[in-house]
């Protein structure tokens, strides 16, 4: 219950008539529990939806006719109530005695007439939906779609390839310049009415659903379809709003999108949405297990009147979703999947130039107080882990208890466990339906098996289960489990949760943050001061108090770590399917030619070589006097700066700098792998407390060097021209601007922490923006103070920590700035500065495990590399390309995309009592 309350009982459909009877067995006599129509009688019986055209040819795109559908009219010859329609196309007997005697549910039958008429009208053979119509092109294999809590074959699907995909990219290129340019209150008005169809529509979706996926269909019904239809309407209005509140940002283009097979048409509508509101087609590949509601879907929205081409449909396997991915007129991936297959696919776009964003596992826990309402808590930890099979990337899959009350909590647990009524998805009775295929269930299987060899208490709900037919798991609790045991520390995505017990808060946090996820996770308790305070420090995208699987198109759903990053819902979303209008459409390499094997490699300098006309500049006017032409300067190498204080490079190796007239002017430190191993260890002891100071105490550090870089305004300035060779006025143009970019972002120190979602909750949503953690930062060699204060000041007035490598050729720009952050009250480790070879450095930060963002300003292939290596902890990344930005611009050199790389969107969830609920 604590999944469905939100949602308004306007918005629900009406209740099927049902009665209460003893539970029966009949055997099923037809496909799918109806008798097969004659072809002639059921043209008409498609639930108001209409049949697109079929055709062998790519598909042209065509106008929008407005067709007029005769009403669906219930075939008597099926022998059953259309308000109440056993699977099996029967009434079992009713016993009020019996039922009386027992107490037991009788079956909750919904009628699968609808979609059978559905699949029976298009020959239960469906091909690709590209402009608007059905397109089967000859030569293609086929994919049989079954029903997995029966076992039984729904229809055919076709296999697509290579100039499948083709076919759709190029209608979703085409539609794409004339939907781009349409007013957002016209993109509004199609958003809105695929609204409205799905809602007229809402009953054969549902079922389609439950058919397809093996979810019990009251969960279809009641949470599935209603969120598809809020996801459409909350974006309908982001279309009519989005000229005004994004001014500074425009479409990508096509967009690619993959989605999961465990809420096949919600996690698609989470990528059609945004996508369509923000003026990008779309091109969506659905899950090999799960394709009928999506093309059911693609019918809806032609009917709907959505102009060709806008929204594109291809099935196929794996492969084909590579496919969609890599093709060059694909400007933006959207995934939702497995970590391995998010990982690839990273790798896939490196270089590219496409944005991605990624929405992958979880492992999310559950921390329960002794102070919660334990017999509630127990229907919500039911709702976690068994809701939709356990097959939710957010599942409540690691029970996190406090000692006090662990064993009565289990006990009650697997007492509500034993009462679990797993069944047929169509019976609207049953908790737990049938896992999506054999496969998942084997893997299930496997899992559990593991926990077992690892001396893991294991209790199953067996005798619930059905055996004649159907893909079904066990729910299952796993206790007298470690912290390092396999099935605590990897995702199982089924019905199957473990439990652990902790003694204090401290404690708790601790395990709910030790895993490599971070999706989701819940508090439970009646103190509202502790569950805020170790939901903010759980790390993961959403925590919800006393409540659990709590979803809504204002706030925005995603992870941290390696449940990837982006977010899926509210004005975040937007953000992942626009770009900044000064990215002008630039000429890439092909990635594929890049070759980053030796990415990074670096030879530290040697002495001056005089055969080459190198010099070291020994005697340098005095800014405040005049000096002697025969005293040297006073020899000064530039250490690193990290932990707080200047630190020698751990070769030591020296790298000279050389201004224009390629006289040395300084050398400073060569950087290595130790020495990123060091400022990390820095930046990470730094970050917690750095964290957690009061926003005002931040902005009043920034506000200081600010104060400490104009008194030394003309030293720096003077540097600037000796290493650019740039004019005087230039240089202290560009230090003047310094100085006002730290103002700037001083500002947004106590100005940018989040907002109250506007959720259909009886509650208050909370996004709170967090600081992302240890970051690394790797400068460009334009504008080399302003474009390292640009960077720096955004990270670190959000609470990160950073490690910053200055401009390889102007490097001393930074190094002057050592002394301004140790008079500035900068707490040791908050920014760590290492000097040396950009790429070199770049490298190991963006292979380093505990960075969890890499900034990289330099080259495409140094931007291909940051990318591909991100992929192996899913770090985020913002790389420009090798394209070089005017950083004295106030939107390339401050715009709002700096604040959104440096924050992560972490929504809280927390409901109010029942006092004026109704």
């Not at 097959?391 to 029970?399: D, E, H, K, N, P």
């Not at 170790?534 to 108090?545: D, Q, R, S």
Request: proline share 5%; net charge negative.
């Amino acid at each position: 219950f604590f999944f469905f309350f939100f949602f308004h009982p306007d918005n629900m459909p009406k209740e099927q008539t049902t009665s209460t009877t003893t539970t029966t067995t009949t055997k099923p006599t037809s496909t799918n529990g109806v008798k097969k129509v004659a072809k002639k009688n059921v043209e008409n019986k498609t639930n108001g939806v209409s049949t697109a055209p079929v055709t062998k040819e790519p598909p042209k795109p065509v106008a929008s006719k407005k067709t007029t559908y005769p009403p669906f009219v219930f075939d008597s010859s099926l022998k059953t109530n259309p308000d109440d329609v056993a699977p099996t196309g029967t009434k079992p007997d009713m016993n009020i005695g019996d039922v009386f005697d027992s107490l037991s549910y009788g079956p909750a039958p919904e009628s699968p007439a609808a979609v059978n008429a559905w699949l029976e009208a298009h020959d239960r053979d469906f091909g690709h939906f590209i402009n608007n119509q059905w397109y089967k092109p000859d030569g293609r294999k086929k994919y049989e779609v079954r029903m997995p809590a029966r076992d039984e074959f729904m229809c055919n699907t076709i296999q697509g390839n290579q100039d499948d995909v083709n076919t759709a990219v190029d209608a979703a290129s085409t539609a794409y310049e004339s939907w781009s340019k349409l007013p957002g209150h016209v993109r509004a008005r199609y958003i809105y009415s695929i609204a409205r169809h799905v809602q007229k529509h809402h009953r054969i979706i549902a079922v389609c659903e439950a058919m397809d996926n093996g979810k019990p269909v009251r969960e279809s019904r009641d949470a599935d379809t209603n969120v598809v239809a809020r996801w459409l309407y909350y974006y309908a209005g982001w279309a009519q709003l989005l000229e005004t509140e994004m001014p500074d940002f425009t479409s990508v283009g096509v967009v690619g999108g993959i989605v999961a097979w465990n809420f096949p048409l919600m996690l698609l509508v989470w990528k059609v949405a945004p996508a369509l509101a923000a003026g990008n087609t779309i091109v969506m590949k659905p899950a090999t297990y799960t394709r009928l509601s999506t093309l059911l879907f693609a019918e809806i929205c032609a009917e709907a009147g959505l102009p060709a081409g806008v929204f594109n449909v291809v099935t196929g396997g794996g492969a084909m979703g590579s496919m969609l991915v890599s093709h060059p007129k694909v400007g933006k991936v959207g995934f939702t999947g497995s970590t391995y297959v998010g990982q690839l696919l990273r790798r896939l776009t490196a270089g590219t130039g496409k944005k991605i964003s990624l929405e992958l596992g979880g492992k999310s826990p559950i921390v329960v107080f002794d102070d919660a309402d334990i017999d509630g808590t127990v229907e919500g930890v039911v709702d976690a882990i068994f809701f939709n099979q356990g097959q939710v990337c957010s599942a409540g899959s690691r029970l996190l208890i406090q000692e006090t009350i662990y064993d009565k909590f289990i006990e009650k647990l697997k007492e509500r466990m034993s009462h679990l009524r797993v069944g047929d998805s169509l019976d609207k009775c049953i908790d737990v339906g049938a896992v999506v295929d054999p496969k998942q269930r084997s893997d299930i299987d496997s899992f559990v098996q593991i926990a077992r060899e690892e001396g893991n208490d294991v209790h199953q709900i067996c005798a619930c289960i059905p055996t004649e037919r159907g893909c079904y798991y066990p729910p299952t609790l796993i206790t007298n489990v470690d912290t390092s045991s396999t099935c605590v520390q990897e995702e199982i995505f089924g019905p199957v949760v473990t439990a652990q017990s902790f003694r204090t808060a401290k404690e708790a946090v601790k395990l709910a943050n030790n895993t490599k996820f971070g999706l989701g996770g819940s508090v439970w308790t009646e103190n509202l001061s502790k569950a805020l305070e170790v939901a903010l420090m759980i790390k993961a995208g959403t925590v919800w108090i006393n409540g659990h699987n709590l979803f809504d198109a204002a706030s925005g759903f995603g992870g941290y770590r390696e449940s990837g990053f982006g977010r899926d819902g509210g004005k975040e979303c937007l953000y992942e399917y626009l770009k900044p209008k000064h990215l002008k459409k630039y000429k890439l390499i092909d990635a594929e030619a890049l070759d980053i094997s030796d990415f990074g490699k670096n030879v530290p300098s040697a002495p001056l070589n005089p055969l080459k006309g190198e010099e070291f500049e020994h005697s340098i006017p005095s800014i405040t006097g005049p000096r002697s032409t025969n005293v040297p300067t006073v020899d000064r190498t530039y250490k690193m700066y990290y932990g707080g204080a200047q630190k020698r490079p751990d070769a030591p190796y020296a790298r000279s700098i050389f201004d224009r007239s390629n006289k040395v002017i300084a050398q400073v430190g060569e950087g290595n792998r130790k020495d990123v191993r060091n400022a990390v260890e820095a930046a990470h002891k730094a970050f917690s407390g750095w964290g957690k100071r009061a926003a005002h105490n931040r902005a009043q550090i920034v506000y200081y060097m600010a104060e400490n870089l104009e008194i030394r305004r003309s030293e720096v300035a003077h540097r600037l021209c000796e290493m650019t060779g740039c004019s005087e006025e230039e240089a202290f143009e560009e230090v003047d601007a310094s100085i006002e970019r730290l103002f700037y972002w001083g500002a947004y120190a106590d100005k940018y922490g989040g907002t109250v979602q506007e959720t259909t909750l009886y509650g208050a949503t909370v996004k709170v923006h967090e600081p992302v953690g240890p970051i690394g930062i790797a400068c460009p060699d334009e504008s080399p103070l302003l474009a390292f204060v640009s960077l720096f000041a955004p990270a670190i007035v959000r609470g990160n920590t950073i490690i910053i490598v200055p401009s390889e050729r102007h490097p001393l720009a930074a190094c002057d700035l050592y002394q301004v952050f140790e008079t500035s009250d900068l707490p040791a480790g908050v920014v760590n500065i290492l000097t040396g070879s950009r790429d070199h450095l770049t490298k190991y930060l963006a292979e380093h495990q505990d960075i969890e963002a890499m900034w990289y300003f330099g080259s495409q292939e140094g931007s291909k590399f940051v990318e591909s290596a991100s992929a192996e902890n899913i770090k985020r990344t913002w790389v420009n390309y090798g394209q070089p930005r005017n950083w004295f611009d106030k939107i390339e050199g401050a715009g709002e995309e700096f604040l959104y790389h440096a924050v992560e969107c972490k929504n809280i969830w927390m409901p109010m009592g029942t006092i004026y609920a109704n």
